[in-house]
């Protein structure tokens, strides 16, 4: 199989970091597409998204229906139907990727064609000085313990062993023709 990655960014008035999470994303040589969902942004984010776009090919930007604001999950689903690739990521507009962020994932999916999934830890940097008593809360989101595939779901959603971020999970594009879409409904939590 071709190992060809949309990575989806929904966005909403992320001017400040839009420009470095796309450019972030763009550096990985297996990405094919950056699909970027403008969800009804007010701000300058359509000017620097354009921009992107006459910079690189790969950039893709979509909007909902009447350019609308409808949230993260309906941002996800039409990236998710827009999509080309043959694997899906996510970040974040306010979030970037490191270099290589899929080179491991890479050697996952070839070495067993059977996983859907690979889930990275996922760090934190800020924009601002952290306070003293932020940082016990501002530890990497990952799992704590190696948990067999078919208890995955419910540890991860309970955050029993470990916490889940979107931005680093990697998925089989035929994975939601499978379990479906985000529930649009889901204002906190939808990424669980």
Do not use: W
């Amino acid at each position: 199989m071709n190992f060809s990655i949309s990575v989806i960014i929904p966005v909403y008035n992320c001017e400040r970091f839009i420009e470095k999470a796309v450019k972030s994303v763009i550096e990985q040589p297996e990405v094919l597409e950056v699909v970027i969902i403008n969800d009804g942004s007010t701000d300058n984010t359509e000017n620097i998204l354009a921009n992107l776009q006459g910079q690189n090919l790969a950039v893709k930007i979509y909007y909902h229906e009447d350019n609308l604001n409808k949230g993260r999950s309906a941002s996800r689903n039409l990236g998710i139907k827009m999509a080309e690739g043959n694997y899906i990521a996510f970040l974040d507009a306010d979030d970037f990727y490191l270099k290589n962020r899929f080179a491991n994932d890479k050697k996952q999916m070839d070495n067993d064609p059977t996983i859907d999934g690979v889930y990275n830890a996922v760090g934190f940097h800020y924009y601002r000085k952290i306070k003293d008593h932020e940082l016990k809360n501002f530890k990497p989101n990952t799992v704590s313990k190696k948990i067999a595939p078919d208890e995955l779901f419910d540890s991860i959603v309970s955050s029993k062993y470990g916490y889940l971020h979107l931005d680093g999970l990697l998925v089989k594009a035929s994975v939601f023709q499978s379990i479906g879409l985000f529930n649009e409904t889901l204002m906190v939590a939808e990424d669980s």
